[in-house]
């Protein structure tokens, strides 16, 4: 692939997995995160710069992890995060496509999009109905994004992606998932929160997979302009993540049950046969597999 690729949010949890896995790459983030990161890239704040300082063009590619706050934030402040996140993104994907990028590929998410779509696994084609106000917000970037460079005639992919964890979450602290804070609590005898009975469903994918996803979409370039779920096909319960996580560790998580938040979704499961189907790709993580590697990267510091 001639140019670079450069990594919005590259020092971010998904952000750093991809440019580990990809030689292209060229992070993006503010000074202090890429520093923390250990990594060398462009210095650009997501919040606060304006990305005329990109030296990005004609045959460059872009990928956009970056997005202020996590459901709970976004549920505390919808105005401040939506108006945020909104306006840097389109602020930075105009710029990209004014510059001829090659094309842009957009980090959503399937976790909030959906809403509560029960235990069936859903394709690109169903309904979105997101309950709060980050799955609001990722929605409407979406359509943002896809009115610019469809205008532009820029190719734009945008990934619906499951629940992220693995490798570096913990040890960088660069997510609040709730495997992360499973194998917390169990390896440090912490105790987990729970918001509702424990029985609301994810579906969870390894950030490594969440990788090799979107570089099968970048080196296939047979995806067009379209929206492609990136996830494993498979849901776990909380209570199923306390249970591996227990299992692997060999320890005790302490739970405490709090009433159900108005913004959590209750089922998701992801069918990721479009990608599947278009690029060859396949998740090659279990999520107990992930969860040992998040043990020994911890046991071995």
Avoid at 59 to 82: E, Q, T
Avoid at 121 to 138: C, F, L, Q, R
Wanted: proline content about 3%.
């Amino acid at each position: 692939m001639a140019g670079n690729i450069y990594v919005f949010g590259g020092a971010g949890f998904l952000g750093k997995a991809f440019c580990s896995a990809c030689p292209d790459a060229v992070p993006c983030d503010s000074r202090d995160r890429l520093m923390r990161a250990g990594l060398s890239g462009v210095e650009f704040d997501f919040g606060l710069d304006t990305p005329d300082k990109l030296l990005c063009g004609e045959g460059d590619w872009a990928v956009i992890f970056s997005w202020r706050g996590y459901p709970a934030a976004h549920d505390a402040d919808p105005v401040g995060k939506l108006s945020l996140n909104l306006s840097r993104t389109l602020e930075l994907v105009s710029f990209l496509v004014g510059r001829g990028v090659a094309g842009i590929y957009f980090a959503s998410s399937g976790g909030t999009i959906y809403g509560n779509a029960g235990a069936k696994p859903i394709n690109e084609s169903a309904a979105t109905n997101p309950v709060g106000y980050y799955g609001i917000g990722k929605l409407t970037a979406e359509m943002y994004v896809r009115k610019v460079c469809r205008d532009a005639g820029v190719p734009i992919v945008i990934f619906r992606i499951g629940n992220a964890y693995g490798i570096n979450q913990i040890k960088d602290n660069l997510s609040v998932g709730f495997v992360a804070k499973a194998v917390k609590a169990a390896l440090f005898s912490g105790q987990i929160v729970i918001w509702g009975d424990g029985r609301n469903r994810r579906d969870y994918i390894h950030c490594e997979d969440v990788t090799s996803g979107i570089l099968s979409a970048i080196r296939s370039r047979r995806l067009t302009s379209d929206v492609y779920n990136l996830g494993t096909g498979i849901s776990f319960s909380n209570l199923d993540v306390l249970k591996i996580v227990e299992e692997v560790t060999g320890k005790k998580v302490y739970t405490v049950f709090n009433e159900i938040r108005s913004f959590d979704v209750g089922q998701i499961n992801l069918d990721c046969t479009r990608l599947l189907v278009e690029t060859d790709w396949k998740p090659k993580w279990s999520l107990a597999g992930g969860i040992r590697q998040m043990v020994d990267e911890q046991l071995s510091t």
